[in-house]
T-cell receptor, first 117, second 112 residues
Framework: NAGVMQNPRHLVRRRGQEARLRCSPMKGHSHVYWYRQLPEEGLKFMVYLQKENIIDESGMPKERFSAEFPKEGPSILRIQQVVRGDSAAYFC???????????????FGPGTRLTVT | QQQVKQSPQSLIVQKGGISIINCAYENTAFDYFPWYQQFPGKGPALLIAIRPDVSEKKEGRFTISFNKSAKQFSLHIMDSQPGDSATYFCAASIASGSRLTFGEGTQLTVNP
């Protein structure tokens, strides 16, 4: 049973370019979370999605950042017009359907390290 | 009120010793408290978790102690090994399916 998949693992973008980060949840998981980890810091919540729905985006910057989890395919975190301050590790986590399983566990992928030059 | 405070920031333990990491929270609505282990360049891995209806949970060498009245919980690693050297994060969430609020992390070094 494959774990949470993220790609690319490393991404280098120049200031002003767009970054697209992809996340495929574990098999059977329908809930996806995105977290950001700045160097030498803890993880900060960004957004929580179910298929075709954004459940909680309270941690997402108001501009330049967007996320989606379409009916088919991976979840995408998009950062438009990247700036140096966007350089960080972006982690995706998935969980099974909470109401069905009463499960609270979130399982993390290996992350995408974004470097903005 | 959403913060989770973690201490110490770094910890050095001799092989075979006990590593203890502490976390405190303010929000009494939190009802799920996991610990994650992260190695450099890797994603956080779920280690052990506890709900507030129990005061202690043990899995192998790892034990969570939970004090609801003090709003504190801690991770104990017994017989610490060099392979345990990693960064450990405590976290908390409200109800199933909601976001995790993480502590600042503790960098553990276990000397051989």
């Amino acid at each position: 049973n494959a774990g949470v998949m993220q790609n690319p693992r490393h991404l280098v973008r120049r200031r002003g370019q767009e970054a697209r980060l992809r996340c495929s949840p574990m098999k059977g998981h329908s809930h996806v979370y995105w977290y950001r980890q700045l160097p030498e810091e803890g993880l900060k919540f960004m957004v929580y999605l179910q298929k075709e729905n954004i459940i909680d985006e309270s941690g997402m910057p108001k501009e330049r950042f967007s996320a989606e989890f379409p009916k088919e395919g991976p979840s995408i975190l998009r950062i438009q017009q990247v700036v140096r301050g966007d350089s960080a590790a972006y982690f995706c986590a998935s969980s099974p359907t909470p109401l069905a399983t009463l499960s609270y566990e979130q399982y993390f992928g290996p992350g995408t390290r974004l470097t903005v030059t | 009120q959403q913060q989770v405070k973690q201490s110490p920031q770094s910890l050095i333990v001799q092989k075979g010793g006990i590593s203890i990491i502490n976390c405190a929270y303010e929000n009494t609505a939190f009802d799920y408290f996991p610990w994650y282990q992260q190695f450099p360049g890797k994603g956080p891995a779920l280690l052990i978790a506890i709900r507030p209806d129990v005061s202690e949970k043990k899995e192998g060498r790892f034990t969570i102690s939970f004090n609801k009245s003090a709003k504190q919980f801690s991770l104990h690693i017994m017989d610490s090994q060099p392979g345990d050297s990693a960064t450990y994060f405590c976290a908390a969430s409200i109800a199933s399916g909601s976001r995790l609020t993480f502590g600042e992390g503790t960098q553990l070094t276990v000397n051989p």
